[in-house]
DNA sequence: TGACGTTACCTGCTCGAACAAGTAAATCAG
DNA sequence: CTGATTTACTTGTTCGAGCAGGTAACGTCA
């Protein structure tokens, strides 16, 4: 791998921020952005979502079933990125709260089919407006030239990131060889 | 909308990807990108803090302090856009764990200071390694060039959302029409 | 058929994040 | 000085996310 910077920063990586910036945050301009990105995107969803009653995370589950049907959990799970226990719950609200129905695979008995309700169909174009208004308040004054160009920027980065990712989970798998004891936390 | 599927997929689940791009997923592509992204990021940070046993969250909180110095809970609030609630209890953990202490202001009572505590500085290098190795995976093959332009669209989109997320929150106050009474969940 | 490993799902736990509500101190208005 | 408002912080609750551990159903291979 390549260490493009090791020590604290020269006049290279960002020389942008003219003064302040601390060396610790201007280490890593690239984590520090996409780290305010995603919570400013997190709360704004949240904001929205709080409007038709969902909270950020069930609308891509709602989404996916209505675009590609019913489907078993492992497969919300596994087109998402997301955790089998996380969906476990999230799909026992949606089911409280009567957007969704569970029913049992006829070939599989370990398997639990998930299909949207009618009652959810309402939601949906609710949720595509969110959606949109999501989109206009993320690209804001951005020309659509732009914004395309921050889609691949985004996606880029994203397949950096998957491949990070991969290559951490070998590296562990094959070498279990500290297992970390503690947290911060309670310890 | 439209209904491009109903029933239960042919093929079950869903055999790939190349085609279909559902409507909903396809209606915000940045909103999507930047989800997918945050989640991923966060996860791979998460996998490297836990080897110095700090919560994705918790390092931040002592970037602050080690580049500023011991601060109110209320600046590091300000200054990570974070939440005072959430503040308190990281802290607390973050003092638990040793590598932050709390000290009550001299000029005002119902502040506190919180401090790094010298243990918490054996910390600081590996933290610092730690975010350069993010930054690594997070940039992966970019050119510098790519990734200052990626810092820019990501910025650019923070200035949005930050604005969008203003205009909502004033939005809210000047009207507290209507009082959205349930979310799903337990519902 | 039976032992073994995998898969699908559930439960318990902790943590960050957000909202609501409350306490105490500081600040402002009369 | 008194009363109202704002500020700093705490606690309770819910939710998504992740890890760990457990169970039941599949699949395979001898």
Redesign the interface.
């Known amino acids: 791998?390549?260490?493009?910077?090791?020590g604290p920063p020269g006049p290279?990586a960002?020389e942008a921020a003219h003064v302040p910036m601390?060396?610790?945050?201007q280490?890593?301009?690239?984590?520090h952005?996409?780290?305010?990105?995603?919570?400013?995107?997190?709360?704004?969803?949240g904001?929205?979502?709080?409007?038709v009653?969902?909270?950020p995370g069930?609308e891509?589950v709602m989404?996916q079933l209505?675009?590609?049907?019913?489907?078993?959990q492992t497969?919300l799970v596994r087109?998402l990125?997301s955790d089998a226990a996380t969906m476990t719950r999230t799909i026992k609200?949606?089911e409280?709260?009567?957007?969704v129905r569970r029913r049992p695979s006829p070939t599989d008995k370990r398997a639990t089919?998930i299909e949207p309700t009618e009652a959810s169909l309402a939601l949906?174009?609710q949720?595509?407006d969110i959606?949109?208004e999501?989109?206009?308040?993320?690209?804001?004054?951005?020309p659509e030239k732009?914004?395309a160009?921050?889609?691949q920027?985004?996606?880029?980065?994203?397949?950096?990131?998957?491949?990070?990712?991969t290559r951490?989970a070998q590296q562990?798998t094959d070498d279990p060889a500290?297992p970390?004891e503690?947290?911060?936390?309670?310890?």
């Open positions: 791998m390549i260490r493009p910077d090791s290279d960002v601390p060396p610790s945050v280490a890593g301009p690239m984590a952005a996409i780290f305010r990105v995603a919570r400013l995107h997190r709360a704004l969803a904001q929205l979502l709080r409007r009653g969902l909270h069930q891509l989404m209505w675009d590609h049907g019913p489907q078993r497969d087109l990125g609200r949606l409280h709260a009567g957007f089919i949906r174009h949720v595509d959606w949109a999501l989109e206009e308040c993320t690209a804001g004054e951005m732009r914004q160009e921050a889609v920027v985004l996606e880029e980065i994203e397949a950096s990131l998957t491949l990070a990712a951490l562990q500290a970390p503690g947290r911060a936390g309670r310890g």
